[in-house]
């Protein structure tokens, strides 16, 4: 069962926008150093989109080659194709990752039998664990708890979901109908604590790039019990949790990064940089918390 702090770490790109592979293991060793429990490269905050497939195939085996078995890596290979998906996911597997997570199928909204049996085949395509991506503000089609339930029930190695819908009675929901050992991560850092509170296993977080010993403090806290603790922490970096989504992750969280000099404020289009009064209030944010 995956448990704790799961960062969904940028990709970096040099000024003539390359993958800055220097970058991307500075960022790994800081965040490791840090607590967090894994990596996840290739997710939306790694800009998967815009990165091409030997691109993404690159940034899954440097991520393997530099963690070194420190922690687990669980890459995203989703895509809205999946003969594509069962491509990415068997290559992840054979460089050697601990896991997968898969986004919902984007743009095209299948049905939920069709969701059903995309997730189904890719896992059925690998050994290793797969953990469902259910993030309806992207993608535009929600994992029903029904659907999420039959794969966790039919698929030994339908590990978890990271849940993004933003409704934790949804969320709790699938805690209550998946098996115990079902991982229910959340997608949003500001709901994290709440989903622990309800039986959740932590979180695929965006903030944990550039604090994850906060982070772990606050998810360890949790998962311990100890909710005075973790409820001063989640008030400490609420400012954070909200300057982050300012504009499109991860645009903001990729502009703290670059004040902190983990990586270049670079990006590829259609991303583009934050706009000048919210570089403002995030810097303004970051003073505070005596993070600039």
Known sequence: ??????????????????VDEESMRRLIDFNIAGGVTGIVPCGTTGESPTLSHPEHERVIELTVEHVNGRVPVIAGTGSNCTREAIRLTQHAEEVGVDGVLLVNPYYNKPTQEGLYRHFRAIAESVDIPCIVYNIQGRTGINVETETLARLANDCANIAGVKEASGDIEQMRDVIDRCPGDFSVLSGDDNITLELIRSGGDGVISVASNLVPDRMTALVQAALAGDYETAEAVDEELAPLFEAQFVETNPIPIKYMLSLRGLCHEVYRLPMCELRPENKARVRQVLETMGLH
């Open 1 to 18: 069962m995956f448990r704790g702090v799961f960062t969904a770490i940028v990709t970096p790109f040099t000024e003539d926008e390359r």
